[in-house]
């Protein structure tokens, strides 16, 4: 049991480690330089958007960045802020301030510890395709909306959290544009557009950020243009964060359960979706479980140092991957480079344009639409589109942890009613043409055919028995109206069978032997037979009336049949 639980449990940087060498390290070396210089300005850019510090933003990229990496179930995988976080943090910041979104966070962190260590990991990526879309996409537009004021250069009074409060107010301010910042927003997002097309080593929203950096510095001290920045709205602290204190108690964990809820189920399919992303490109698989005990960890430290959620990052986990890493010591040194850069770069950082960083978020916004996915699932059934529009527009008019909620509901319901639309369930009289069936004894004949004997019949559920399906099972026998005296119930292709099912076909049972009507179950698997066994079913009809295949049960209604004939013919009156 124990080397189960070390298999299972195992951080993929100690495997990594036992056939590590030079030549694999200053792989990863070079990789991790990249990516920890590429983080940055998102780790920025992600902690302004998210409504708090900057820095807060960038000690979350190193530590959390630094803990996933070492505990982590995927060889390759980059933590640290996302866009996706962006909307329920910076809710969650309005609502109940810094201290609350720090106790969000380490609750969200307690319990993606417990999915991973419960082996929820696979469950995870069973969440609906529609929902992931529907929500990704809500953010990307929220994202994006979240950033008008910076990208135009917009003079606005504080914006309010709502969507569509926030445009109520750029479309009253719209005169304030301010044409250098918009120039400075639009060319970084042509930049980051047009750098993939020169090179896919080296990533766009760098090159923007230098460039726009220094074009902004060049246009106030030689043009007497002043473009805001990030030192004009934020004292930048270039040291190390001291730990916070947490307070908690009941009243603030049940305050802000919910919010820890989302940030904990997004963070694990984010996390899980760019784990599995990389494994398509790298060949390896990684330990789900593991990745979300690593992210677990990571959301639960990163509180105390002031650290907002984190997750693994797409983007940078394929940065990783396209320079070169390709084991979790890539991810750790991205993680250091950044601790450097603050300690000693980190006064440069206030010079970076506020609308560069809207640009850089913009594409970012647009990456994560997926609108051509969205389109593409537009065009699929009414299910699918309700649940994909319900979950989109409850994230961009509401808030995410509704949005999940309700489109899940949506797709249990939907999912409830094509498997009661998919279970069929057929009446037979005279006799059952068993030919092509499992249960035929003919090999070498054309065909097998059981004739039923008189008064019998023979009803055969094809599907799960759930609550659906047993209502179903009752409105079709009260509709048919039979006075058989035998009833056969075929239950071969019954894959399972819940309380409620159990519940209706035991009161059938009941009520079958008061018509005075036996009732024959055949085709029960070992499986149906445990099930049975918690019911009072093997009593109410005897454990001779429930037969592994329909040989047995037509051959018990026979017998059965004679005997009630030979009573009808000694007692004629009864």
Not at 74 to 87: E, H, L
Request: proline content about 4%.
């Amino acid at each position: 049991m124990r080397f189960n639980f070390l298999t299972d449990f195992q951080p993929e940087l100690f495997q990594t480690l036992k056939h590590y060498n030079r030549e694999k390290f200053m792989a990863d070396l070079m990789s991790g330089l990249i990516v920890g210089v590429v983080a940055l300005p998102l780790a920025i850019a992600f902690g302004i958007a998210s409504g708090v510090t900057p820095e807060k933003g960038i000690y979350t990229a190193i530590i959390a960045g630094f803990i996933i990496s070492f505990l982590g179930g995927s060889t390759v995988q980059i933590g640290g802020p996302t866009g996706a976080f962006i909307v329920i943090v910076y809710g969650i910041v309005e609502q109940y301030g810094v201290q609350g979104l720090a106790i969000a966070t380490l609750l969200a962190g307690v319990m993606l510890l417990l999915m991973g260590s419960l082996k929820l990991g696979s469950v995870i990526k069973f969440i609906p395709y529609p929902i992931v879309v529907g929500f990704t996409s809500g953010i990307a537009l929220t994202i994006f909306s979240t950033q008008i004021k910076d990208l135009f250069g917009l003079t606005t009074p504080k914006l309010p959290s709502g969507f569509m409060e926030k445009w109520v107010i750029y479309f009253q301010h719209f005169d304030t544009i301010q044409g250098w910042t918009l120039l400075i927003g639009v060319v970084s997002v042509v930049i980051i557009l047009l750098t993939p097309k020169i090179s896919k080593k080296i990533p766009g929203s760098l090159i923007a950020i230098i460039v726009m950096t220094l074009a902004a510095w060049l246009m106030k001290e030689y043009g007497g243009i002043s473009i805001e920045t990030i030192g004009d709205r934020f004292v930048i602290n270039n040291q190390l964060p001291a730990v916070e204190q947490i307070p908690l108690n009941l009243e603030t964990v049940r305050l802000l359960f919910p919010a820890a809820f989302t940030i904990a189920m997004l963070g694990a399919i984010e996390s899980l979706l760019s784990a599995t992303v990389a494994d398509g490109v790298t060949g390896k698989k990684h330990n789900s479980n593991m990745e979300l005990v690593a992210q677990g960890a990571a959301n639960i430290i990163a509180p105390f140092f002031g650290g907002i959620p984190a997750t693994g990052a797409i983007a940078r986990t394929m940065t990783n991957i396209n320079n070169g890493g390709r084991t979790p010591v890539a991810g750790i040194i991205h993680a250091v480079v950044l601790l450097l850069i603050v300690l000693f770069l980190g006064d440069l950082t206030k010079h970076i344009p506020m609308a560069c960083l809207a640009g850089v978020l913009v594409v970012v916004a647009y990456n994560m639409s997926e609108w051509r996915i969205f389109r593409s699932l537009m065009k699929q059934s009414r299910s699918t589109k309700a649940i994909l529009l319900t979950t989109f527009l409850l994230t961009v008019i509401f808030d995410l942890t509704i949005a999940i909620v309700v489109g899940l509901l949506l797709a249990v319901f939907a999912f409830l009613k094509r498997t009661n639309e998919s279970t069929q369930i057929r009446h037979t009289t005279g006799k059952i043409d068993i030919t092509k069936e499992m249960e035929s004894y003919a090999a070498d004949r054309e065909e097998e055919v059981l004739y039923l004997p008189q008064a019998t019949e023979v009803y055969e559920i094809d599907g799960p028995f759930f609550f659906g399906v047993a209502n179903k099972f009752d409105e079709l026998m009260r509709e048919i109206g039979s006075h058989h005296r035998i009833r056969i119930i075929r239950m071969r292709k019954v894959p399972f069978i819940d309380a409620t099912g159990l519940n209706n076909l035991e009161t059938l049972c009941r009520n079958s032997r008061k018509e005075k009507i036996r009732v024959i179950l055949s085709g029960v698997s070992d499986t149906l037979r445990a099930n049975l066994e918690e019911s009072r079913i093997p009593e109410i009809v005897g454990e001779e009336n429930i037969c592994a295949n329909i040989h047995l049960a037509v051959a018990r209604a026979q017998v059965i049949a004679d005997a009630l004939k030979e009573k009808e013919k000694h007692h004629p009156q009864r």
